[in-house]
């Protein structure tokens, strides 16, 4: 009974600083398991190491020596750099032209009917069965790859783009129609800016499949860039090397979404808290 | 009498290929300044009507003439909604800027009639906000600063306040009213609420359903102006109260197929871009 008297009396900082120390427990556990887990697969990769040979799994340790070195003699950053050289281009040009063709597919609700089952016949394709045609069409080099991740990266690009378009708020097209807007400034000025969230998801979609595309692309042809190491080394069953790219192409991939992600949730604010009310 | 601001001639509407026969055969006549509700059960097509009268609709049979012209989005009218309606990208000042340059205004000269208007319905604070910053009420006045932004000769309202709470609600009645008696714009307003179209209309047209055409058109004589005293203490404000309420009530017994009606005459299903 006195208890209930001491909780109804309880002032309101006092919860909100309850409220807080709550987040704060809460962040410690979610930063302490992710430590926890990170330690706990380091140690199965020795344990791994030390029970079946470094075959099968390297050593932590090696692994972060070798990636040390690689770095520091030129290796990676070399590497790095041709990766994001076919990535960056393959998937600017992805951007631009899915945008492009999205905005209009969407814009044009009969070119959109017409062209659906196309769209929608290559985007179900795999994107690794283009690689043949690419290469008789392309080559092999730098300028193939791009076309490689361009094609993985196109599709979610363009889709994403022309849905965000066609479901265009009908109450607000009403709106700016019932003000006197014409087709151009309903399209560009209401249909288009509503649509910037569903354009983000597909560029962030296709961010990912292009960091899949670079490497695939670097595997399957003209080897270079981090996967063109990762060749060398599986061939050659250096495992530490090989791993030591692995986690760079984890990195890399985890900071391209990660950043895309940051882009969405900043251009596309009042979306979120749009949501939120209803 | 004036000529009539808005004049309309038999006009028919109907959804559908015909099958669903939204409004039939209405006469009615808007005058400069005038403030007229239209109010009915749901489904009586007065939001069909107000899309009508701004040209979004054509009629089916008769004639809807604005200053004796057909209607087009660019007349001089302005439609306030029951969600206001706001580009969530644009600031609460971009929101008015838009319409105005739809009308073609300069920068400065939409900057300025922006601010101005945002200050009459005591927002002028919020000029840089987003919509989703602004509580419910906030939103409907910017609604209604980008609909007088415009200049109009009538405003078109449909249902503007029904999603507020009751305390806002009463105080954007009394400001549109005082709005309206400085400006002098004429003002259709579709609501379903029967204090709310006493309270603020001259007159009111009693619109029944299927198909919706006009029952009765009521003149409201309260004294003016009403923001000042509470209308709702005066005797005929509770017998005009009392005739619309047997009114509605004769007509709507049969509430299912009214709602059903409603979603009939749904015009999301039936209008293009």
Redesign the interface.
């Known amino acids: 009974m006195s208890d209930s008297n001491t909780e109804t009396a309880r002032p309101i900082h006092d919860s909100t600083a309850r409220a807080a120390k709550a987040r704060t427990r809460k962040r410690v556990l979610l930063w302490s398991s992710w430590i926890g887990i990170t330690l706990l697969l380091l140690v199965s990769m020795e344990v791994l190491n030390a029970v079946a040979g470094k075959l099968v799994m390297p050593s932590p340790v090696d692994v972060v020596r070798e990636g040390v070195g690689m770095t520091l003699d030129g290796t990676i950053p070399r590497a790095l750099g041709q990766s994001l050289t076919v990535l960056v281009l393959g998937y600017l040009l992805a951007a631009v032209t899915g945008i492009g063709i999205g905005i209009f597919l969407g814009g044009l609700p009969f070119a959109g009917r017409v062209f659906d089952p196309f769209v929608n016949a290559m985007n179900s394709t795999p994107g690794a069965a283009f690689i043949p045609l690419i290469i008789v069409w392309f080559g092999l080099y730098t300028e193939a790859k791009i076309v490689v991740v361009w094609n993985a990266a196109l599709f979610p690009i363009l889709i994403n783009t022309a849905a965000g378009i066609a479901s265009a708020n009908?109450?607000?097209?009403?709106?700016?129609?019932?003000?006197?807007?014409g087709r151009w400034?309903?399209f560009w000025?209401?249909m288009v800016?509503?649509a910037?969230p569903s354009i983000l998801s597909g560029l962030r979609i296709g961010a990912a499949i292009s960091t899949v595309g670079t490497v695939i692309a670097e595997l399957t042809m003209a080897q270079s860039g981090l996967g063109g190491l990762l060749v060398a080394a599986g061939n050659r069953f250096q495992m530490d090397k090989y791993f030591a790219v692995v986690f760079v192409l984890m990195a890399l991939g985890t900071a391209i979404t990660a950043s895309l992600r940051y882009a969405e949730r900043r251009l596309g604010r009042?979306?979120v808290?749009?949501s939120e009310?209803h | 009498m004036t000529a009539p601001l808005i004049s309309l001639r038999n006009v028919g509407k109907w959804f559908k290929d015909g099958r669903v026969v939204a409004l039939e055969d209405i006469t009615l006549d808007i005058a400069p300044r005038e403030f007229v509700s239209l109010v009915g059960p749901s489904g009586c097509g007065k939001t069909t009507l107000l899309r009508l009268m701004?040209g979004?609709l054509q009629p089916d049979t008769g004639t809807v003439l604005v200053r004796g012209e057909a209607p087009?989005?660019?007349s001089d009218l302005?439609?306030v909604?029951q969600?206001a309606?706001l580009?969530?990208?644009r600031s609460v000042l971009g929101n008015i800027e838009?319409?105005l340059?739809?009308?073609g205004l300069s920068r400065t000269a939409r900057r300025e009639r922006s601010l101005g208007l945002l200050g009459a319905v005591g927002l002028r604070d919020f000029a840089e906000a987003?919509?989703?910053?602004l509580s419910g009420g906030m939103q409907q006045r910017v609604g209604l600063a980008?609909a007088l932004a415009?200049e109009p000769d009538v405003l078109l309202m449909d249902e503007p306040f029904a999603a507020l709470d009751a305390m806002t609600r009463e105080t954007l009645r009394a400001e549109l009213l005082k709005l309206w008696a400085r400006r002098g714009t004429a003002i259709v307003f579709v609501t379903h609420d029967i204090d709310e179209a006493i309270f603020l209309s001259q007159r009111i047209v009693l619109l029944r359903p299927r198909p919706g055409a006009i029952e009765t058109t009521l003149t409201v004589d309260l004294p003016e102006p009403r923001w000042e005293t509470d209308p709702r203490a005066d005797p005929r404000f509770a017998a005009l109260r009392a005739d619309l309420w047997n009114r509605i009530h004769a007509m709507s017994r049969d509430g299912a197929e009214l709602e059903e009606l409603a979603y009939a005459f749904d015009p999301?299903t039936t209008?293009g871009?």
């Open positions: 009908r109450d607000l097209t009403e709106m700016a129609q019932s003000f006197g807007a400034s309903l000025q209401v800016p509503d910037l009042w979306r808290s749009m009310d | 701004n979004l087009t989005p660019n302005a439609m909604f969600s309606r580009l969530p990208w838009f319409v340059a739809l009308r987003f919509p989703h910053e980008r415009v999301g209008k871009i």
